[in-house]
C-alpha cells in the first residue's frame, strides 16, 4: 500500500527518493539470511557529506538539499540494480552490495570517486564524500560489517579534515 510504501522510503523523496532506515533494516535483514544459506559475499559501504552542516550555515538549506541529492543521484547511477541505497541520516548513506567482495567494492568506490572529481553539485559547493567500505568475515553479522564500515568511513573523514587543515597525515 501506499502507506507502507512511504515507510520505506527518505521522509524527503524530493532529495532522493532513496530507501530510509526502515528500509535498510528489512535489506539487512534478507540479505543475512541469504548470506546464512548460501555463504556468499557482501560488502556493506558507508559514505557521509564532508561539508552539509557548513553549506548550510553558510549558503542555507536548500543549497544543503542539493548537496544530498547529489549525493544520492551518483551513489544510486554507479550501483548495481542489486545494490541498496538508504539514506540512513541527514547526511548518511548506506550501500548494501550483496555478492560483492573487496574488490568488487573498490572498483565501484573508484567510478564514484571518478565523477565526484568531475561534477559540481550547486554553484555554491562541490560535493565531499567519505567513504568506508567493509566486506563480510565468514560467520559475521552484517551489523558488525556495517560497524567496520562506518569506522572506515570516520576514518576517511578524519584524513580529509586533516587534510584540508594541511596538518599531520594530510
Same mark, same amino acid.
Given at each position: 500500500?501506499?502507506?507502507?510504501?512511504?515507510?520505506?522510503?527518505?521522509?524527503?523523496?524530493?532529495?532522493?527518493?532513496?530507501?530510509?532506515?526502515?528500509?535498510?533494516?528489512?535489506?539487512?535483514?534478507?540479505?543475512?539470511?541469504?548470506?546464512?544459506?548460501?555463504?556468499?559475499?557482501?560488502?556493506?559501504?558507508?559514505?557521509?557529506?564532508?561539508?552539509?552542516?557548513?553549506?548550510?550555515?553558510?549558503?542555507?538549506?536548500?543549497?544543503?538539499?542539493?548537496?544530498?541529492?547529489?549525493?544520492?543521484?551518483?551513489?544510486?547511477?554507479?550501483?548495481?540494480?542489486?545494490?541498496?541505497?538508504?539514506?540512513?541520516? *541527514?547526511? %548518511?548513506?548506506?550501500? /548494501?552490495?550483496?555478492? #560483492?567482495?573487496?574488490?568488487? !567494492? $573498490?572498483? =565501484?568506490?573508484?567510478?564514484? &570517486?571518478?565523477?565526484?572529481?568531475?561534477?559540481?553539485?550547486?554553484?555554491?559547493?562541490?560535493?565531499?564524500?567519505?567513504?568506508?567500505?567493509?566486506? *563480510?568475515? %565468514?560467520?559475521?553479522? /552484517?551489523?558488525?560489517? #556495517?560497524?567496520?564500515?562506518? !569506522? $572506515?568511513? =570516520?576514518?576517511?573523514?578524519? &584524513?580529509?579534515?586533516?587534510?584540508?587543515?594541511?596538518?599531520?597525515?594530510?
Amino acid at each position: 500500500t501506499e502507506i507502507y510504501t512511504l515507510s520505506l522510503h527518505d521522509a524527503l523523496p524530493i532529495l532522493t527518493g532513496l530507501d530510509n532506515r526502515a528500509a535498510w533494516d528489512e535489506h539487512i535483514a534478507a540479505e543475512e539470511a541469504r548470506r546464512i544459506r548460501y555463504a556468499r559475499a557482501v560488502t556493506i559501504v558507508s559514505a557521509d557529506l564532508d561539508n552539509l552542516k557548513a553549506v548550510n550555515d553558510r549558503y542555507g538549506h536548500e543549497a544543503g538539499d542539493r548537496l544530498i541529492r547529489a549525493a544520492g543521484n551518483l551513489l544510486r547511477k554507479h550501483a548495481r540494480g542489486s545494490d541498496r541505497i538508504a539514506r540512513v541520516g *541527514g547526511d %548518511e548513506f548506506l550501500l /548494501l552490495m550483496p555478492e #560483492t567482495d573487496s574488490t568488487g !567494492a $573498490a572498483r =565501484y568506490l573508484t567510478r564514484v &570517486r571518478a565523477a565526484i572529481r568531475r561534477i559540481q553539485a550547486t554553484e555554491v559547493a562541490a560535493l565531499q564524500l567519505s567513504f568506508g567500505a567493509a566486506t *563480510g568475515r %565468514e560467520g559475521e553479522s /552484517l551489523a558488525s560489517v #556495517t560497524a567496520r564500515a562506518d !569506522a $572506515a568511513m =570516520y576514518a576517511a573523514k578524519k &584524513r580529509h579534515f586533516r587534510k584540508s587543515l594541511g596538518g599531520p597525515g594530510a
